[in-house]
């Protein structure tokens, strides 16, 4: 079954809970899920990991209590 970019976009925001302590962290984790998102997409590595770093700092920022 091929994977479609709507579940691909689906399991980025489940895991954007999945964050870190720090910023640093935050986007990395952030990069990590976005470049991954992006290469089974076939999309640009280097988009999808800013996309996944901005996209998991501001989660992080805004809802600090559902990151730990």
Same mark, same amino acid.
């Given at each position: 079954?091929?994977?479609?970019?709507?579940? /691909?976009? #689906?399991?980025? /925001?489940?895991?954007?809970?999945? /964050? !870190?302590?720090?910023?640093?962290?935050? #986007?990395? %984790? !952030?990069? =990590?899920? %976005?470049?991954?998102?992006? =290469?089974?997409?076939? %999309?640009?590595?280097?988009? !999808?990991?800013?996309? %996944? #770093?901005?996209? *998991?700092? =501001?989660?992080?920022?805004?809802?600090?209590?559902? /990151? *730990?």
């Amino acid at each position: 079954m091929p994977v479609t970019k709507l579940s /691909c976009i #689906a399991l980025l /925001c489940a895991a954007l809970g999945a /964050c !870190g302590d720090t910023i640093g962290e935050q #986007a990395l %984790g !952030g990069a =990590a899920i %976005g470049a991954g998102a992006a =290469a089974i997409t076939s %999309g640009s590595l280097a988009r !999808g990991a800013a996309i %996944g #770093a901005a996209g *998991n700092v =501001a989660y992080c920022q805004v809802y600090p209590g559902k /990151c *730990n």
